[in-house]
């Protein structure tokens, strides 16, 4: 008892710490401390400092160089980076195909791999008014469809002289119905095959729908809008010029609407859908 008596004696004892002035020995500045309140005061200094580095840590980009921390912008900006990387990869071995198969033509051997070839056709509404099939049936057409909003008028106020091209090499499987509200034509092709541009035109809409997938819009200056659904990989954006036959996506099978790969393609002239398989052979 006497020996433990003695320690906390001890350890209670406090000291005096004087500040003396150098030259006249005149006290400045003293206080009393302990070993048991010095322990309290340096444990206190430690906390408070752990505290503020970890608030500097935390609030400062100091964190991102800490093992295992990554800011969730940094973590997004990755991604977005894997998946342009990825897209420029398919890009890159696309153009390398078309690359390796005009070497192998120029050479006089056989293409390495099936190029899409696009197929044109010319289009003279003026010469077509001359069959009196076609006119019964655009009278009988427009008196049924009269009050039809979504009707193109008279193929009459078409323009004439139109080429198109077909948007991809395939076999036809689904067809143009306007009472069913379905304003295009599915065509069903391989995967990887090449989107065409319909005809010169502007790229006003290129991004993703819940529906159609990957899709990209074009329009064109007589008028019309050609649209592609459902792709794999959109190779223009917004704003871009495009030739006509010139690649603009690869096919696939995105969106919720979509049940194979293959393209959704259609044609409005004037805000109004028509029957692409009336402009282009498929």
Do not use: C
């Amino acid at each position: 008892m006497r020996r433990k008596s003695a320690f906390w004696e001890r350890v209670r004892f406090k000291y005096k710490l004087l500040f003396l002035n150098e030259n006249t020995l005149e006290e400045v500045f003293s206080f009393r401390l302990s070993q048991w309140s010095g322990f309290w005061v340096l444990l206190a200094f430690i906390v408070l400092l752990v505290t503020l580095t970890s608030v500097v840590i935390i609030n400062t980009p100091i964190r991102n160089y800490l093992p295992g921390y990554m800011d969730s912008e940094i973590r997004q900006e990755m991604i977005a980076n894997a998946l342009k990387t990825d897209s420029l990869e398919q890009v890159l071995q696309i153009q390398a195909q078309y690359i390796e198969n005009t070497i192998a033509i120029l050479k006089g051997e056989s293409p390495i791999a099936e190029v899409p070839q696009p197929d044109t056709v010319s289009v003279k509404p003026g010469s077509l008014e001359k069959s009196k099939e076609l006119e019964e049936f655009v009278r009988n057409y427009e008196e049924e469809e009269r009050y039809n909003l979504n009707v193109l008028t008279s193929l009459a106020s078409l323009p004439s002289n139109l080429i198109f091209y077909r948007p991809v090499q395939g076999i036809l499987s689904g067809q143009f119905n306007n009472t069913e509200k379905h304003y295009g034509i599915d065509i069903s092709a391989p995967p990887k095959s090449s989107v065409l541009a319909t005809m010169k035109g502007t790229v006003v809409l290129s991004g993703f729908d819940a529906n159609g997938g990957y899709v990209i819009q074009i329009q064109h200056a007589n008028g019309f809008l050609s649209v592609y659904k459902h792709n794999a990989l959109l190779l223009k954006k917004q704003g871009d010029e495009v030739n006509a036959g010139e690649a603009i996506a690869i096919v696939g099978n995105t969106g919720s609407l979509s049940n194979g790969t293959h393209l959704h393609f259609e044609l409005w002239y004037n805000g109004k859908p028509v029957n692409p398989e009336e402009f282009i052979v498929f």
